[in-house]
């Protein structure tokens, strides 16, 4: 005996209630989401390139801050000398031997960004005798003195020595600006620096 098989009963396909789409209006469809896609992207490629924009000027900006920077480094090392010149105000710095090597430091560094204070184009001739004599006080400070400030602070960043007479001299300026507030050196000197920066 042989046995057939059942016949294949037809699938439960779409109801007939289900709306179809005609295919003109599926292309219609199809083509409205392609249009809305691409003004998708067009939006997007338009905020990437506003960011990209952006963050340009953005790095723009930064190097241009360095390049100013590094056409003007006189300002930098001023900023730092006006730093030591300030802790000299505050405190009594003549027993702190770090502090005097950096003070020293700073002096060496000033001094090897004159030339670039000399090439500068933006720079009038009162900024550069602002600088001018803020070295000149320095280097004669302190009157009837046989060696200066000035002196000392460019030994000891080539010599591994605290000298007794720069300390006292580092100690005098405390002592100056403590009773002459406003008129003492200290304040001068700064106020020589402030008016450069300010340029």
Not at 11 to 39: C, F, M, T
Not at 121 to 140: A, R, W
Request: charged share 30%.
């Amino acid at each position: 005996m042989t046995f057939f098989p059942e016949p294949i009963r037809p699938s439960e396909g779409r109801q007939e209630d289900e709306l179809r789409v005609n295919p003109i209006e599926a292309d219609k469809h199809g083509r409205e989401e392609y249009v809305l896609l691409k003004q998708e992207k067009q939006k997007r490629d338009i905020l990437y390139g506003a960011f990209l924009l952006c963050c340009k000027a953005l790095i723009e900006g930064l190097d241009l801050k360095i390049d100013a920077d590094r056409a003007d480094p006189i300002s930098g090392t001023l900023k730092e000398f006006k730093t030591f010149l300030s802790l000299l105000k505050e405190r009594d710095h003549s027993d702190d031997t770090f502090f005097c090597r950096q003070f020293a430091a700073c002096w060496i560094r000033l001094h090897q960004a004159l030339p670039t204070l000399t090439r500068a184009k933006h720079l009038s001739s009162g900024d550069h005798k602002k600088v001018d004599t803020l070295i000149q006080e320095i280097n004669h400070y302190p009157p009837n003195e046989d060696h200066k400030l000035g002196y000392y602070l460019s030994s000891m960043a080539t010599n591994d020595w605290l000298p007794v007479p720069f300390r006292e001299i580092v100690k005098r300026l405390y002592t100056d600006h403590k009773v002459n507030q406003i008129g003492s050196f200290l304040s001068q000197w700064i106020e020589l620096i402030d008016d450069f920066l300010q340029r």
